[in-house]
């Protein structure tokens, strides 16, 4: 099975507007069911007379979650094609607390005011005219507040991602939590409400039985334990790429090491960085920068490197090395870069650096040992011609010991990484 | 006639109707692979409305822009506006079963219909503009993407109920 459907192109457009008015009488049938086509009921959950809010919601709640932690366990429904609603982390909370203010004022939230205005309810028909209205308003103020509606972006993220926690095990506490909230809230309607539990009906009544009710509530926490220890529910390897930022980093050669760069960081035995060269074995043996260690892009598993290690790519130009970027991108790596213009930047910058006919003697000074420290030859503008002899790849050998390389700023110190802290 | 057809039957238990609700959600996760939502619908209509009455208006705002799509076919031939027109069926339908259709106001003993009315509208007006600042409303934040665990939508929920507990001592003459 290959579920989500629509999204695997089992139908079109057209049809899925009538799966959505189908599945809209499901949601419309169950909510009026519920007893939410009543703002009575419905408000009643704030002065904990009736908490029939808690319960129909965590209860569906933690049946879709737990269904459809199964459906995909079982590679039934790709979970990374289930469209996650982006989180803006502020607006959310302020919208939010907006909501309930509303929810006590109105009675209603706007799904039930439909069922509400559909079986005759006058205040629910007028609370859809108000929602209208503060749409209309909102529509209006909305270029003044863009700003602060799109704050604190911190894209598709799910809570098992944000704190690191197997998903599953995620399923299993929200299973618990919403059990628990349901036997506090049976409790509060107790007491607060002059409620006895209905014996059938309840989870904490009086009866002793396998109510079915409790029947459900236990398959729920079974399916929640089993989630637990079973695993992620994604297919393969889960790539959630935050384009925008992407395009951002891209735009603003922030993905980009300059060549130099990179000389200098060798020169000083800075290790908190992989280079990898990407470039076939032969050619690797060949020729390689230090350091670097041969990886083709097919070895660039999601775990080949922490994610939080910082990565430096190379290829012969700079395509090899923008593919590989793209699949570490993907594959959550958190910092990856281009050694800009790949191994021929490298010798154009580093190894046989051309004296820019403008450039003073003192910064061309700097240059000359950084290339010689790498075994190269810096080359004079009207030498370029002639140079074809000369600009050969070092031979690989062991660099000369780096205080030989006046290079002023560096200390020369190999830093060792940092580890744990 | 027989007097028992016309009395409102009981509602359902809350977990079996939960449960029910949890596996309308399940089957739009597993056809569509969305969730259930009901503001946007109506945010559409709002836009498409704006947009019949002040063509350029509507084009120019970025709120309203977003809502209209490309041009190409009416911003009403959308999945939302459908679901929530079978919101209206559905409930409709369960009403009439249940012997639940009638016209009145729902409000609590001490509550007057006026008052009762206007702040329905008032409730209405910040639930539409929470919900915008949200990017979604109960069923679109907080019942699909709780069930997806959704940072924001945990985020919201939360508050949702926080900010209703909180004032809710202030408006108790209309309910209880």
Request: glycine content about 12%; some cysteine; aromatic content about 12%.
């Amino acid at each position: 099975m290959n579920a989500p459907f629509y999204k695997f192109g089992l139908f079109g457009d057209e049809a899925s507007f009538i799966i959505a008015f189908f599945i809209g009488i499901g949601f419309g049938f169950f909510l009026e069911r519920a007893g939410f086509g009543s703002a009575r009921k419905l408000a009643a959950q704030f002065y904990f007379r009736d908490l029939s809010v808690l319960k129909v919601m965590f209860t569906a709640i933690i049946t879709a979650m737990t269904g459809l932690y199964v459906l995909s366990r079982f590679g039934m429904v790709d979970l990374s094609l289930v469209y996650l609603v982006p989180t803006f982390l502020v607006p959310q909370i302020a919208g939010g607390l907006l909501l309930g203010v509303g929810f006590v004022i109105g009675g209603y939230c706007p799904g039930t005011s439909c069922v509400s205005a559909a079986t005759g309810r006058i205040d629910g028909m007028v609370y859809i005219a108000g929602m209208i209205a503060g749409l209309l308003g909102f529509g209006e103020v909305y270029p003044f507040i863009v700003n602060f509606d799109h704050s604190t972006s911190m894209g598709q993220i799910t809570l098992p991602k944000l704190f690191d926690l197997p998903y599953g095990l995620l399923v299993f506490a929200v299973v618990l939590m919403a059990l628990g909230a349901f036997a506090a809230g049976e409790w509060a309607e107790k007491k607060f409400g002059g409620k006895e539990p209905d014996p059938d009906g309840s989870l904490i009544g009086a009866s002793r039985r396998l109510t079915p009710v409790r029947a459900l509530a236990l398959g729920l926490a079974a399916v929640g334990l089993f989630a637990a220890f079973a695993g992620d529910p994604y297919r393969g390897n889960r790539t959630t790429i935050d384009t925008k930022d992407l395009a951002m980093r891209v735009g603003k050669g922030a993905d980009l090491i300059e060549p130099v760069q990179l000389a200098d960081w060798i020169i000083q035995g800075r290790s908190d960085f992989r280079l990898v060269d990407l470039r076939p074995q032969k050619d690797y043996a060949i020729y390689h920068i230090q350091s670097a260690q041969n990886l083709p892009l097919a070895s660039l598993t999601p775990d080949f490197a922490a994610h939080s290690e910082k990565i430096l790519l190379y290829s012969d130009d700079s395509l090899e090395a923008e593919k590989a970027w793209f699949l570490l991108e993907a594959q959550g790596y958190k910092s990856v870069y281009i050694v800009s213009g790949g191994l021929q930047g490298w010798k154009d910058f580093v190894l046989f650096p051309i004296k820019p006919q403008a450039a003073t003697d003192s910064a061309f000074e700097r240059q000359a040992p950084v290339a010689r420290f790498f075994g190269g030859a810096p080359q004079t503008a009207n030498a370029s011609a002639a140079t074809a002899a000369t600009v050969a790849l070092p031979k690989l050998a062991p660099p000369p010991l780096p205080a030989a390389v006046p290079t002023g700023n560096s200390t020369a110190q190999p830093r060792k990484k940092k580890e744990g802290c | 006639m027989n007097s028992k057809l016309h009395t409102p039957r009981p509602y359902w238990n809350s977990y079996w109707a939960g449960f029910g609700l949890g596996l309308v959600l399940l089957a739009s996760f597993v056809i569509m692979g969305r969730g259930l939502g009901t503001s946007g619908a109506f945010t559409t209509a709002v836009a498409a409305a704006v947009h019949k009455v002040a063509p350029s208006h509507a084009e120019n705002s970025p709120f309203y822009a977003e809502y209209l799509g490309d041009g190409t076919r009416s911003p009403l031939k959308d999945w939302l506006v459908f679901e929530v027109l079978g919101v209206f069926v559905g409930g409709f339908i369960s009403g009439v079963l249940a012997n639940r259709l009638k016209l009145t106001v729902e409000q609590g003993p001490r509550s007057t219909t006026a008052r009762r009315l206007f702040f329905a509208f008032v409730g209405g007006g910040l639930m539409g503009i929470g919900a915008k600042i949200a990017l979604g409303c109960t069923s679109g934040q907080a019942l699909t993407g709780g069930a997806l665990l959704n940072v924001g939508s945990w985020a919201f929920m939360w508050c949702v109920f926080g900010g209703a507990y909180a004032v809710a001592y202030f408006f108790r003459k209309q309910w209880i």
